[in-house]
């Protein structure tokens, strides 16, 4: 389980089309260390998604990985090896990322079986569980998703997380379709988790607001690029590129404040 860093060098994704190829993702690098969140931030269609597909092959029909490599701790990976093992994912939807017809206990069935879990395994189960809120495992392993709030279903998708043992998670907007107050507690959540388990979040999302409350570093891509990485506090106070202080001018104009001098 325990790994320092992944890397992300030379990331490539490219539209599969007979009448020319467009880059979506155009030579992102990057790296993740345990026990950080790195922000990932940009519009809507800057790549952020794409590069987190990308990593674990699991791009969209239409399009495909053209250059890059990921490593942990300097050692090449596949896809294969990052997805479920190494990095786990944790979705926008929670609803749509379950299998209607299955219950809980079959998503644990499943994510065991890709962990490898031995004899403890489900007393880790249920312990992940109260970990990320689900206090009673025996009443929440029977149900199927339709009988689950949207919280409940993303506090089990971070349950599942726990469960895979992977060092990294990559969490794709995952407090969008959350209410204001189910939102604070599952970032209270993720905050948490990284401090107690050393996890190392990569966090795609368009919301400043969120990475002011979890980020540690963040990472600006317009167009397919990186245009600039660093601490969330000189993203906040001194932004470089204008597409980072477009992104911070817009937060703070929400809130009706003015950008640091
Ligand atoms: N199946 C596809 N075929 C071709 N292009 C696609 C496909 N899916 C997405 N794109 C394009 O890829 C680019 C990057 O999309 P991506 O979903 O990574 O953006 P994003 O930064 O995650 O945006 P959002 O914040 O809206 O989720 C966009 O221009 C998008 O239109």
């Not at 992102?28 to 990308?54: F, I, N, P, R």
């Not at 495992?137 to 506090?155: A, D, K, N, T, V």
Request: hydrophobic share 45%; charged share 25%.
């Amino acid at each position: 389980m325990s790994a320092n860093h992944l890397t992300i060098e030379g990331l490539r994704v490219e539209t599969i089309d007979p009448q020319g190829r467009t880059a979506l993702v155009d030579g992102v690098s990057l790296t993740l260390h345990a026990g950080e969140v790195l922000a990932l931030v940009g519009a809507s269609g800057s790549g952020k998604s794409m590069t987190c597909a990308a990593c674990l092959d699991v791009l969209p029909p239409g399009t495909r990985r053209v250059k890059g490599s990921v490593s942990i701790d300097g050692r090449p990976c596949t896809a294969t090896d990052l997805r479920g093992r190494q990095v786990a994912s944790i979705l926008q939807s929670p609803r749509t990322a379950f299998n209607p017809v299955r219950s809980m206990r079959e998503h644990v069935r499943e994510s065991l079986r890709v962990a490898g879990g031995g004899a403890d395994a489900w007393a880790d189960v249920r312990q992940a569980m109260r970990d990320t809120g689900l206090d009673d495992p025996e009443r929440i392993l029977p149900l199927f998703p339709f009988e689950m709030s949207g919280g409940m279903l993303q506090r089990m998708m971070i349950a599942l997380a726990l469960i895979s043992r992977a060092p990294f998670i990559f969490a794709d907007e995952p407090t969008t379709d959350l209410d204001l107050i189910v939102q604070r507690e599952i970032l209270d959540l993720l905050d948490h988790l990284k401090g107690e388990r050393g996890l190392g979040i990569l966090l795609v999302t368009h919301d400043m607001g969120v990475v002011a409350r979890l980020a540690d570093r963040v990472a600006v891509m317009e167009a397919g690029r990186i245009v600039e990485t660093g601490g969330v506090m000189q993203i906040f106070h001194a932004p470089h590129h204008i597409v980072t202080r477009r992104l911070v001018e817009a937060h703070l104009s929400l809130y009706r404040q003015e950008p640091a001098a």
